[in-house]
């Protein structure tokens, strides 16, 4: 029996992410299915924003880190971002920090309006653009393709002229004794200005993250508002969250 079309997506971004590019008639040997499908189903996927088509074949939209990211826990981030999104009214202004399931919250918008969102988000982008409800204002500064965001001082500096209602951030990972971290000094940097532009604070992030603290140190627990992730949440961490006043909310993935 052939694979289904989720199961071709997962082998085509593995293939994406290893090799770099990949063919119509490599993807039809290997995935057992037509050329005519094949051709479908990276259609589908240039759609999405994954995948840039070639002739014979595709290239990866974006470094292999984030489509690695990307591909990784996809309904488990869905429905976090989709969770994210519900906080969002209208007419709020909202600051998104980069990553992958920040990203998906702009997805998630479709039928609210007047949403006017600041962020260093690349990837918000695909999203954004075919939603005419949504302003975005992306930030100035170095574009850091590993992270598919905005960095440096310049970015820093316009973050500071907003004020928000709500600000979403992304972590890289999270321990007892540090917080919430993440693995580069300036995204670190930068998310916690974002934080302290807005009147709420959001994190969004698969339970995965927690025990696994990255290189710096973003913000302590009690600096955090809301985490939204999902159910496989250790309950000790909940117990340590709930301590420190922050209100958890556990999403589980949609069948």
């Known amino acids: 029996m052939s694979a289904t079309f989720p199961e071709r997506r997962e082998t085509i971004l593995e293939l994406l992410a290893e090799a770099g590019s990949v063919s119509v008639s490599g993807l039809a040997k290997q995935l057992g299915v037509t050329s ?23 290239l990866p939209a974006f470094h292999s880190t984030v489509l ?46 007047d949403i ?44 500071d002229q907003f004020h928000v209602s709500k600000t979403f951030i992304g972590i890289d990972g999270a321990s007892v004794k540090q917080g919430f971290t993440a ?13 302290d532009q807005a009147d709420e604070v959001i994190v969004v992030s698969d339970s995965s993250k927690f025990g696994n603290p990255g290189f710096v140190r973003i913000l302590p627990f009690h600096g955090v508002d809301t985490l939204i992730t999902d159910t496989q949440l250790n309950p000790e961490f909940e117990k340590i969250l709930t301590h420190a006043d922050v209100q958890v909310i556990k999403t589980s993935m949609e069948k």
């Not at 189903?41 to 002739?55: A, F, K, M, N, S």
């Not at 918000?124 to 939603?131: G, K, S, V």
């Not at 693995?183 to 934080?195: C, G, I, Q, T």
């Open 36 to 58: 005519v499908t094949v051709r479908t189903d990276l259609v589908t996927l240039e759609e999405e924003g994954v995948l840039v088509r070639t002739h014979g074949g595709a």
């Open 116 to 159: 006017h969102i600041v962020t260093n988000n690349t990837l918000l982008l695909t999203y954004a653009r075919t939603n005419s409800q949504l302003r975005v204002t992306l930030v100035g500064g170095e574009f850091r393709a590993s992270e598919e965001g905005i960095v440096g001082p310049m970015a820093l500096s316009t973050i």
């Open 183 to 195: 693995h580069v000094l300036e995204s670190a940097d930068l998310v916690r200005k974002m934080a």
């Open 68 to 113: 690695d990211r990307s591909r990784r826990g996809r309904k488990s981030k869905a429905a976090i971002a989709k969770a994210a999104a519900a906080q969002i009214q209208n007419g709020d202004t909202v600051i998104i920090s980069a990553g992958t399931t920040t990203a998906l919250i702009a997805k998630y918008l479709l039928g609210k309006r």
